[in-house]
Structure formats: structure tokens, C-alpha cells
């Protein structure tokens, strides 16, 4: 089926972003940095583009549905609006929250509780359409449970109280050689201290079946689940699904908290940008 329109899907963490350019034949994908509008900005965002395969787009491009973390308003969507049209100039542009995008792609039409669990974490209540109720995911300092910062924030904390069992502490040492002031710095002083958190997360994975490791994780699920999932009225009766590289990489334990709880689980996505293409091309579909 060739569509009369050439539809570009984004779906954009704090890590990076998976693009994908389609006219219902051809398709193709792009990957660029992340580019939550917390931690950039229009012409920083516009000088990364230029330098990738988003300049070399085809400029026919009609419709633009471009999901990020960190728009939670019309002020936040408008720096990455901004950088689009700066591409796109004739294109219909939509702006919308990652959070959307998870339920778009794991839902589709069906009511539920959408999750992310990537370098951040979130979560909705979802209608079938709209989102009708969100927690506020408050970031890695004050909340983002379960997400890949809040782990390796845990896990580099633990590391330097000399908290972690010295086994695993020596081999963090020998898979991370860095110092206690470059943390420091990377931590306090530099920028995207949330991506350099998540950076520890593959010891974790390494390392799962240790105890250690597999209790702080379950822990951190647990967590997201009481301060998040748990928020939402009449949580046990909806299906939970999940989008993001921890959900997928740690699916197991994860899986093994849902089941624990009592709840229905639906489907765990790396990402959602497939799904979300299908979502839109369904919705060409119905006009």
C-alpha cells in the first residue's frame, strides 16, 4: 500500500533517538543522540541533525510524529517543534511525550497502564486513545524508579560506601576504572549525569544471577510499581505493558515482579518505533 503522504516516526529518550521514515513500501531507519528538551535545546538539537542522516532526509517528508521524553508542556515540545521545521518546513508537525508513544505502541487502541523503563522511567493511565491519569516520574534525583539511572546510581553508590560484596566490587573496579573525583564530576559538574548513571547498568546485566544484583533490580521494580503503578485507580484489573531497554534487557526479573504482585502483564517492547508505525499507518487506514 503506498500512502499519498511520507510519514516520519521518532521516538527520542534522553539516550538517543530511533527514527523511522516510511510511505507504506520503503522504509527505513535512522538512530541519532537523545534529545529530551531538558537537556537540549533547539539550536543544540539542530547542529546534531545537520551532522546525520536526519539532513539527508527526503525533504517530501508530509507528516512528522516526532514522541520524546521530557515534553511536558507546549514549551518543552516547542524546542524540538522548533528544530523539525527548521528540516521539514511544509510538513504537518506533532509533538508529543514518549509516555504517549508507549501507549500508542504497546496498547494501540485497548485501555491500559503504559510504562517506560529506559535511561528514565514513567508511566500513564491510558483510554484507548488519550492519556487520562500520569504520576509525575520527578527524575533520577527525586524518583525515575526502576530506570537505568536510578540503578546505576544505586549501583556506583553502593560501589564507592563499600556496600557491594568485594567480589563484585573487584570486578567493577576491573570494568570500570575511574576514579572517585571523575565521578564526582561526572556526577555533580558535567552534563547528562543521568545517561552517565545508565552507562553501569550492563555490570548489572553481566552480573544478574548474582544475588546482589538481582536483589537491587527486583528492589527497584518493586519500587516503580508502588510509588507509580500502584498510583493508579483500579491498577490490578489493567493490563501493564512496558517500552525501553531496562524492561527488555531485565524482562525476566521484571516479569517475576508483575507475576509476584498480581499483575496482568501485556507486552514488554526494546522500543516502540515499529509498533508506532503500525499505529499510524492503521490510523491512515480509518480515515
Same mark, same amino acid.
Given at each position: 500500500?503506498? !500512502?499519498?503522504?511520507?510519514?516520519? +516516526?521518532?521516538?527520542?529518550?534522553?539516550?538517543?533517538?530511533?527514527?523511522?521514515?516510511?510511505?507504506?513500501?520503503?522504509?527505513?531507519?535512522?538512530?541519532?543522540?537523545?534529545?529530551?528538551?531538558?537537556?537540549?535545546?533547539?539550536?543544540?538539537?539542530?547542529? =546534531?541533525?545537520?551532522?546525520?542522516?536526519?539532513?539527508?532526509?527526503?525533504?517530501?517528508?508530509?507528516?512528522?510524529?516526532?514522541?520524546?521524553?521530557?515534553?511536558?508542556?507546549?514549551?518543552?515540545?516547542?524546542?524540538?517543534?522548533? *528544530?523539525?521545521?527548521?528540516?521539514?518546513?511544509?510538513?504537518?508537525?506533532?509533538?508529543?511525550?514518549?509516555? !504517549?508513544?508507549?501507549?500508542?505502541?504497546?496498547?494501540?487502541? =485497548?485501555?491500559? +497502564?503504559?510504562?517506560?523503563?529506559?535511561?528514565?522511567?514513567?508511566?500513564?493511565?491510558?483510554?484507548?486513545?488519550? +492519556?487520562?491519569?500520569?504520576?509525575?516520574?520527578?527524575?533520577?534525583?527525586?524518583?525515575?524508579?526502576?530506570?537505568?539511572?536510578?540503578?546505576?546510581?544505586?549501583?556506583?553508590?553502593?560501589? !564507592?560506601?563499600?556496600?557491594?560484596?568485594?567480589?563484585?566490587?573487584?570486578?567493577?573496579?576491573?570494568?570500570?576504572?575511574?576514579?572517585?573525583?571523575?565521578?564526582?564530576?561526572?556526577?555533580?559538574?558535567?552534563?547528562?549525569?543521568?545517561?552517565?548513571? *545508565?552507562?553501569?547498568?550492563?555490570? !548489572?546485566?553481566?552480573?544478574?544471577?548474582?544475588?546482589?544484583?538481582?536483589?537491587?533490580?527486583?528492589?527497584?521494580?518493586?519500587?516503580?510499581?508502588?510509588?507509580?503503578?500502584?498510583?493508579?485507580?483500579?491498577?490490578?484489573?489493567?493490563?501493564?505493558?512496558?517500552?525501553?531497554?531496562?524492561?527488555?534487557?531485565?524482562?525476566?526479573?521484571?516479569?517475576?515482579?508483575?507475576?509476584?504482585?498480581? +499483575?496482568?502483564?501485556?507486552?514488554?517492547?526494546?522500543?516502540?518505533?515499529?509498533?508506532?508505525?503500525?499505529?499510524?499507518?492503521?490510523?491512515?487506514?480509518?480515515?
Amino acid at each position: 500500500m503506498k !500512502l499519498e503522504h511520507n510519514i516520519l +516516526i521518532a521516538d527520542s529518550g534522553s539516550t538517543k533517538t530511533s527514527w523511522l521514515f516510511t510511505n507504506g513500501i520503503i522504509t527505513k531507519q535512522y538512530t541519532t543522540g537523545g534529545a529530551n528538551p531538558f537537556f537540549r535545546n533547539t539550536e543544540d538539537i539542530v547542529k =546534531e541533525w545537520r551532522e546525520g542522516p536526519v539532513d539527508q532526509l527526503d525533504a517530501k517528508v508530509s507528516h512528522v510524529f516526532f514522541y520524546a521524553a521530557g515534553v511536558v508542556n507546549n514549551e518543552k515540545a516547542g524546542v524540538i517543534k522548533n *528544530a523539525l521545521q527548521v528540516f521539514f518546513p511544509g510538513a504537518e508537525i506533532s509533538v508529543q511525550s514518549d509516555l !504517549l508513544a508507549a501507549a500508542h505502541a504497546t496498547l494501540g487502541n =485497548e485501555k491500559g +497502564i503504559a510504562c517506560i523503563l529506559g535511561t528514565g522511567s514513567n508511566s500513564c493511565l491510558y483510554d484507548g486513545r488519550y +492519556i487520562t491519569a500520569h504520576v509525575p516520574p520527578l527524575g533520577y534525583i527525586l524518583g525515575d524508579e526502576g530506570s537505568g539511572a536510578v540503578l546505576g546510581r544505586k549501583l556506583i553508590s553502593d560501589y !564507592l560506601k563499600k556496600m557491594m560484596p568485594e567480589e563484585l566490587r573487584n570486578l567493577f573496579r576491573q570494568n570500570y576504572p575511574i576514579k572517585y573525583d571523575e565521578i564526582l564530576e561526572r556526577v555533580y559538574r558535567s552534563g547528562n549525569p543521568n545517561r552517565f548513571l *545508565a552507562g553501569f547498568v550492563p555490570f !548489572l546485566k553481566t552480573y544478574i544471577s548474582h544475588e546482589y544484583c538481582a536483589t537491587l533490580v527486583t528492589e527497584s521494580f518493586n519500587q516503580f510499581l508502588t510509588r507509580n503503578v500502584a498510583q493508579y485507580e483500579n491498577y490490578e484489573a489493567q493490563l501493564v505493558s512496558f517500552t525501553g531497554s531496562i524492561a527488555w534487557y531485565f524482562q525476566e526479573p521484571l516479569r517475576a515482579v508483575l507475576k509476584e504482585r498480581n +499483575i496482568r502483564i501485556g507486552a514488554i517492547l526494546k522500543e516502540p518505533v515499529l509498533n508506532l508505525m503500525k499505529y499510524h499507518l492503521q490510523q491512515y487506514q480509518h480515515e
